[in-house]
């Protein structure tokens, strides 16, 4: 257990739709990468915050945003979803320049 | 041009037999770090071991063992006496400071199987 959490597990929705995907860091991590990996592909890097700010930005799609919370837990929406959005969807936690320790992922399937 | 390098997209190995999966990586941070992640089936990505640029020793974590060789720019993970349950996906990643901020650069995995 990498003491990131992540919601939900599993996310079934169809095209045009919006989500959010909850994330709550280890403890004492100011940092959260959100990444996506589509399938049998490599990870993708969406963003980074850090204490609030945003930090980084990848290869993130304007239909996609997050935000990271006075508590330090982040959310990544995604909207007007397609079916190239279905993928896994991973959070990850550091310290500053630390090693990345990633939650178990949030499944997305858009129908 | 790709900044980390994993040159074997699949391996498979005999159960219990040692195995090297390939890294070379590309920078000119003279700080940087290199991690190998594991991503079974399951598909939770899990930190194994890391390696720092000044670390004059070879990084271990029981039967993981990265092989860094810094003039060569690689950074090989070992796996001594390989299982059933090492079957996964392997990723190496290299950390480097810039546009002041760390960033970390993934490679694009090796798909390692082992056989019964």
């Known amino acids: 257990d990498s003491g990131v959490t992540q919601t939900p597990k599993h996310l079934i929705t169809a095209t045009g739709q919006r989500v959010t995907l909850r994330c709550s860091p280890r403890?004492?991590?100011?940092?959260v990468y959100w990444y996506q990996q589509s399938l049998d592909q490599g990870l993708q890097f969406l963003i980074q915050y850090y204490n609030g700010e945003e930090r980084a930005k990848g290869n993130i799609l304007e239909r996609f945003s997050a935000q990271q919370f006075p508590d330090l837990h982040s959310e990544l929406n995604l909207s007007s979803l397609e079916l190239g959005d279905s993928a896994l969807y991973f959070c990850?936690?550091?310290?500053?320049?630390?090693?990345?320790?990633f939650g178990p992922g949030t499944r997305l399937t858009v129908l | 041009a790709q900044k980390i390098t994993q040159t074997q997209p699949g391996m498979f190995v005999q159960e219990k037999e040692a195995v090297t999966l390939d890294c070379t990586y590309d920078t000119s941070d003279p700080s940087y770090g290199l991690f190998w992640y594991k991503q079974p089936s399951s598909g939770e990505m899990i930190f194994l071991i890391y390696?720092?640029?000044?670390d004059q020793q070879n990084a271990t974590e029981g039967r993981y063992s990265l092989n860094f060789q810094k003039a060569r720019k690689s950074a090989n993970l070992v796996i001594s006496a390989s299982q059933l349950g090492d079957s996964a996906m392997y990723f190496c990643?290299?950390?480097?400071?810039?546009?002041?901020?760390?960033?970390?650069?993934w490679g694009a995995g090796t798909k390692l199987i082992i056989k019964p």
């Open positions: 990850a936690s550091s310290a500053t320049g630390d090693t990345q320790y």
């Open positions: 390696q720092g640029s000044y």
């Open positions: 403890s004492g991590d100011l940092s």
């Open positions: 990643a290299m950390r480097e400071y810039m546009d002041s901020n760390y960033q970390l650069i």
